[in-house]
């Protein structure tokens, strides 16, 4: 697979570009971004951008980004409120691209922070933006968009992390510039305390049954479903309670102090890693 990234503003690539978010939140998605707003965006000084496999004559779309102005606390920043990719072409690296190629355009415009909201129990966008990009979760909200119907959240709330990913953190420079593994590559199994406790069902996936509420430890883990969508279709009332009785654990640790930096796959498990720090902190660790 050869992945080129382009930058997206004639009419026929944002029509492309509705027909990936279409393809990927279903035709009922309230939360597509349509060709005048994809207009707007571009005219505003947003970014839209596309992912295309070169190989084999192709060339049409396999993925996207959007992204809007922002400003963070006087710092210059931009706002992703999309990026998908199309089922075949999943987990072939080509989310980790646009978001390299974001970078690149970020910083020729002196753009500090890109933040964005993430799905706490989708174990394949937290190892993209904690194990490969260097962010970081810094709250949490519940229902952040309401009910939205697509196919990615119908039967859910819309509960999110807030990420923030400052593009040129010594944090972020280690890894993405220098090739570094993240910080908590350093840790061994037995400095990170599970505050949550989960069962195996029958249909081989996990439910959350509690979680410690008086959390110590400097680096804290809290167990996600390893597939998400698996459990949606096997039994959605277990996604359900997944939604609901996470909730609680996230909001303890971030009421607590602790700082979402990291995501470990472990014994065929999923985990955010939280670390009780302030962000600076965080974002200074190489």
Known sequence: MTIVIDRLNRLEELRACVDVQRAILGDRARSVWTVPALTAVCQSGGLVLGARDTEGGGGSLCGALVDLVA????????HTVFRGVLEPARNRGVGYELRAAERAVCQQDGVDLVFWALDP??????HLAFGKLGAMAAGYRRDLYGEVHDTANLGLA??????????DSPRVRSILDRGNPPPHFRLGIH???VITETRLQQGGFRTLSG??????AEHILAEIPVDLDRIRRADPAAARQWRLRSRAVFELLFERGYVGTGFVHEGG??????RKADRRSVLRDT
Do not use: K, N, Q
């Open 269 to 274: 498990r999923s985990f955010h890693l939280f």
């Open 158 to 167: 819309t509960d999110r992390l807030r990420v923030e990913w400052w593009i």
């Open 121 to 126: 129990l989708r174990s394949d966008e937290a």
């Open 191 to 193: 400095e990170m305390d």
């Open 211 to 216: 979680h410690d509420e008086a959390p110590r």
């Open 71 to 78: 400003d963070v606390d006087g710092y210059p920043a931009r």
